[in-house]
Protein backbone atom coordinates (compact mmCIF):
# COMPACT_ATOMS: atom_id res chain seq x y z
CA UNK A 1 0.00 0.00 0.00
CA UNK A 2 0.93 3.86 -0.49
CA UNK A 3 0.32 5.91 2.47
CA UNK A 4 -1.28 9.46 1.18
CA UNK A 5 -1.39 13.25 2.91
CA UNK A 6 -3.91 15.35 1.59
CA UNK A 7 -3.49 19.11 1.98
CA UNK A 8 -4.84 22.44 1.02
CA UNK A 9 -8.62 22.77 2.17
CA UNK A 10 -10.11 25.46 3.72
CA UNK A 11 -13.04 28.45 3.36
CA UNK A 12 -13.69 29.76 -0.03
CA UNK A 13 -16.54 31.48 -0.61
CA UNK A 14 -18.95 30.80 -3.13
CA UNK A 15 -17.46 31.10 -6.69
CA UNK A 16 -13.77 30.71 -5.57
CA UNK A 17 -11.44 28.28 -5.97
CA UNK A 18 -9.07 26.33 -3.99
CA UNK A 19 -6.52 23.41 -5.13
CA UNK A 20 -6.14 20.19 -3.25
CA UNK A 21 -2.93 18.01 -3.40
CA UNK A 22 -2.25 14.72 -2.67
CA UNK A 23 1.61 13.49 -1.85
CA UNK A 24 2.17 9.62 -2.14
CA UNK A 25 4.86 7.62 -0.39
CA UNK A 26 6.73 5.01 -2.91
CA UNK A 27 8.83 4.68 -4.78
CA UNK A 28 6.26 3.79 -8.50
CA UNK A 29 3.99 6.33 -7.98
CA UNK A 30 3.34 6.05 -11.77
CA UNK A 31 2.02 2.30 -11.38
CA UNK A 32 -0.95 3.94 -9.25
CA UNK A 33 -4.41 4.80 -10.48
CA UNK A 34 -5.37 7.91 -8.22
CA UNK A 35 -8.81 9.39 -7.23
CA UNK A 36 -10.20 11.91 -5.12
CA UNK A 37 -13.63 11.13 -3.54
CA UNK A 38 -15.70 13.51 -0.84
CA UNK A 39 -18.24 13.00 2.02
CA UNK A 40 -20.66 15.82 2.87
CA UNK A 41 -21.80 15.47 6.70
CA UNK A 42 -24.37 12.56 7.27
CA UNK A 43 -23.90 11.23 3.75
CA UNK A 44 -22.24 8.36 1.91
CA UNK A 45 -18.74 8.95 0.77
CA UNK A 46 -18.90 9.67 -3.28
CA UNK A 47 -16.57 9.80 -6.31
CA UNK A 48 -15.28 13.33 -7.69
CA UNK A 49 -12.75 12.53 -9.77
CA UNK A 50 -9.81 10.00 -10.76
CA UNK A 51 -6.79 9.53 -12.83
CA UNK A 52 -4.91 6.96 -14.66
CA UNK A 53 -0.93 5.63 -13.77
CA UNK A 54 0.02 7.67 -17.06
CA UNK A 55 -2.51 10.43 -16.69
CA UNK A 56 -3.54 10.18 -19.98
CA UNK A 57 -7.10 8.93 -18.98
CA UNK A 58 -9.72 10.92 -16.32
CA UNK A 59 -12.71 10.93 -15.28
CA UNK A 60 -15.20 13.20 -13.39
CA UNK A 61 -18.70 13.14 -11.06
CA UNK A 62 -21.02 14.51 -13.40
CA UNK A 63 -21.87 17.44 -10.83
CA UNK A 64 -18.29 18.76 -10.92
CA UNK A 65 -17.27 18.41 -14.22
CA UNK A 66 -15.94 21.43 -16.07
CA UNK A 67 -15.20 23.06 -12.98
CA UNK A 68 -12.75 20.26 -11.30
CA UNK A 69 -9.50 19.10 -13.04
CA UNK A 70 -7.61 16.30 -11.81
CA UNK A 71 -4.01 16.37 -12.66
CA UNK A 72 -0.97 14.35 -11.67
CA UNK A 73 3.10 15.37 -11.43
CA UNK A 74 4.32 11.47 -11.26
CA UNK A 75 7.95 13.53 -10.76
CA UNK A 76 6.40 14.71 -7.24
CA UNK A 77 4.64 12.09 -6.32
CA UNK A 78 1.76 14.11 -6.10
CA UNK A 79 -2.09 14.32 -7.75
CA UNK A 80 -4.07 17.67 -7.54
CA UNK A 81 -7.56 18.68 -7.73
CA UNK A 82 -7.94 22.19 -9.19
CA UNK A 83 -11.79 23.10 -7.85
CA UNK A 84 -12.70 26.27 -9.81
CA UNK A 85 -16.32 27.73 -9.10
CA UNK A 86 -17.19 26.55 -6.32
CA UNK A 87 -20.58 26.01 -4.72
CA UNK A 88 -21.93 25.61 -1.17
CA UNK A 89 -22.67 22.07 -2.66
CA UNK A 90 -19.17 21.15 -2.70
CA UNK A 91 -18.78 21.35 1.17
CA UNK A 92 -17.13 18.00 1.98
CA UNK A 93 -14.29 16.29 3.44
CA UNK A 94 -12.00 15.55 0.29
CA UNK A 95 -9.75 11.87 0.23
CA UNK A 96 -7.18 10.80 -2.25
CA UNK A 97 -7.18 6.93 -2.62
CA UNK A 98 -4.93 5.49 -4.84
CA UNK A 99 -4.56 1.38 -6.26
CA UNK A 100 -2.43 -0.20 -8.10
CA UNK A 101 -2.86 0.48 -12.05
CA UNK A 102 -3.57 -3.03 -13.83
CA UNK A 103 -4.93 -1.13 -16.89
CA UNK A 104 -4.99 2.33 -18.18
CA UNK A 105 -7.75 3.36 -16.62
CA UNK A 106 -8.95 5.70 -14.01
CA UNK A 107 -11.41 3.85 -11.41
CA UNK A 108 -14.48 5.35 -9.92
CA UNK A 109 -15.53 3.04 -7.78
CA UNK A 110 -15.03 3.55 -3.99
CA UNK A 111 -13.90 -0.54 -3.29
CA UNK A 112 -11.57 -0.07 -6.20
CA UNK A 113 -9.04 1.51 -3.94
CA UNK A 114 -7.04 -0.32 -1.36
CA UNK A 115 -4.92 3.29 0.10
CA UNK A 116 -7.12 6.39 1.35
CA UNK A 117 -5.48 9.99 3.02
CA UNK A 118 -6.78 11.05 6.10
CA UNK A 119 -8.88 13.56 3.97
CA UNK A 120 -8.96 17.40 4.23
CA UNK A 121 -11.93 19.38 4.96
CA UNK A 122 -13.63 22.09 2.36
CA UNK A 123 -15.82 24.75 3.38
CA UNK A 124 -18.06 26.81 0.80
CA UNK A 125 -19.55 29.57 2.42
CA UNK A 126 -22.36 30.90 0.62
Known amino acids: QVQLVESGGGLVQAGGFLRLSCVASGRTFSGYALGWFRQAPGKERLFVAGISGSGLSTGYADSVKSRFTISRDNARNTVYLQMNSLKPDDTAVYYC???????????????????WGQGTQVTVSS
Open 97 to 115: AAREAYSGDYYAREESYGS
